[in-house]
Every structure is written in C-alpha cells, then in structure tokens.
C-alpha cells in the first residue's frame, strides 16, 4: 500500500517525465537505426549479386559459353549456380553466402540472382 | 469543507506542484533533444552512404560494359566523374577482361563535415566482346 502511494504521488509531479519520454523515443530510434543499417546492407548485397548475374549472362551469351559466366562469377567472389541455354539465350545464376541481421532474420543463407542474355 | 473551498484548495495545490516541477520538463529535454537529434543524424548518415555506394555499383558496372564494348576508357572516366564527382577510376585492361576500381571518401555528412568519411571502393570485371580487346 505503502509503495503504491509512493508511486502515485511520483506520478503527480513532472519530475522526469521528459526523460521518461526522450527514452522512449531514443530507444525507437535507435532500433530504426539498427534496422535501416540491416537493410541497408541486404540491399547493397543483393544489388551487388544481381549485377554480378547481369555481366555473367551477357559474357556467356557474347562468347557462346557458360566459362564465361563461371570466370566472371569468380572473379568478383561468388558460385556460378546453374547456367542454362535455350536457343541463342543464356539464364545465369549467381548466388553469394548471405551475412549480416537482415539475412539471419529473413532465414536466408545464400542470395540468388538470375539473369538472361542472348545474341 | 464547501465545494467552493476544496475547489480553490484543489487550485492552490496545483499551482504549488507547477511551481516545484517548473524547469524540470525543459531542462531534461535540453539533455534529450540533442541525443535524439545525433540518433537521427546517424540515420541519415546511414541511409546517404547506402545510396551512395549503390550508385557506385551501377556506375561501375556500367562503365565495365562500356570498355569491354570498346568505348576509350577516358570517355568513360569523365562520364563517372560526371555523375559521381570525387570519385578516382581506374581501369585495369588484362588479356581476360577490364577490370575498372571506382574508390571514393564519401563524406558522411556531406558539408557539414567534411573530415568524417567513409572509403567505398566498388569493383567490376567484364570479359572483352568480340574484336575487342589487348
């Protein structure tokens, strides 16, 4: 009982209710942060990897062969995933580890891009 | 007591607790404010050094196809610089491919200051095309 008045009389005065206010916010804030940088790295992640996928398919389908993808995909670190033609046009995938929050809370390992080119 | 009574009394207290809280409201948002200001400026920061390295990945990957296409590699260095200016470009031809390195210091908060940077590096390698090359 005695407690209970204690913080009832606390709460009539605005003694630190800015503070109690600002936290708040701080702390919301603060997740947004963590989370625009999460994002923020997937993206730059993804991007990277569907243009990997982009320069692969058009080097297989200028030189008429999958190496081309594979030496490409190498040369900026990531797998050749599958490479496929269909007439005079080639589908490349491309796939890199996945690292980072965003990826541990999506439940994603590797990020995958596919491209197509032909000639 | 009269209603009259207690609701003057009721007034006089309230005016009492105004008195003793009066500051504390301003002088913990001084103290908050600035921090949660500094918390949004890191946001912003974030999100302009994001955008800014996802436009170099495409401007390096642009200028990788262009070379390999057979367009002289100074064009392509001042149409980066165009775009994208402080950027330093270099092109690396090899007997597989051009392999073309965009480096630049983006300053995090652009004029504001401009010692506190972050050094991006984006890199592209491309195959020559066909009657192209070393």
């Known amino acids: ?119 | 007591m009269s209603r009259h009574e207690q609701a003057q009394d009721g007034q006089v207290r309230n005016s009492k607790r105004t008195s003793d809280d009066r500051g504390y409201v301003i002088a913990e948002s001084a103290f908050a404010i600035p921090m949660i200001a500094v918390v949004a400026l890191i946001a912003t920061a974030m999100v302009f050094v994001a955008m800014s390295i996802l436009g170099m990945q495409d401007a390096v990957h642009t200028a990788a196809r262009d070379i390999a296409r057979g367009v002289p590699p100074d064009a392509v260095r001042s149409a980066i610089q165009m775009t994208h200016p402080h950027t330093t470009v270099t092109v690396a031809p090899t007997p597989q491919g051009v392999t073309v390195t965009v480096h630049r210091d983006i300053a995090v908060l652009g004029p504001l200051l401009s010692g506190l940077s972050v050094p991006v590096e984006r890199q592209a390698l491309v195959p020559w095309e066909t009657g192209v090359g070393l």
Request: with cysteine; charged share 15%.
């Open chain 1, 1 to 119: 009982m005695g407690d209970r008045c204690r913080f009832v009389n606390a709460l009539k005065g605005e003694q630190g209710i800015a503070s109690v206010f600002a936290l708040a916010l701080l702390t919301g804030l603060t997740v947004v942060v963590g989370a625009t940088a999460a994002m923020a790295q997937w993206s730059i992640a993804r991007s990277q990897v569907a243009i990997v996928a982009d320069l692969a398919a058009v080097a297989a389908a200028r030189q008429g062969a999958c190496a081309a993808a594979e030496l490409t995909a190498l040369a900026h670190d990531v797998q050749l995933v599958e490479c496929s033609w269909q007439g005079t046009d080639v589908t490349v995938s491309i796939g890199s580890p996945a690292v980072g929050p965003a990826a541990r809370m999506l439940g994603a390992e590797t990020i995958v891009a596919q491209s197509r080119a032909g000639f």
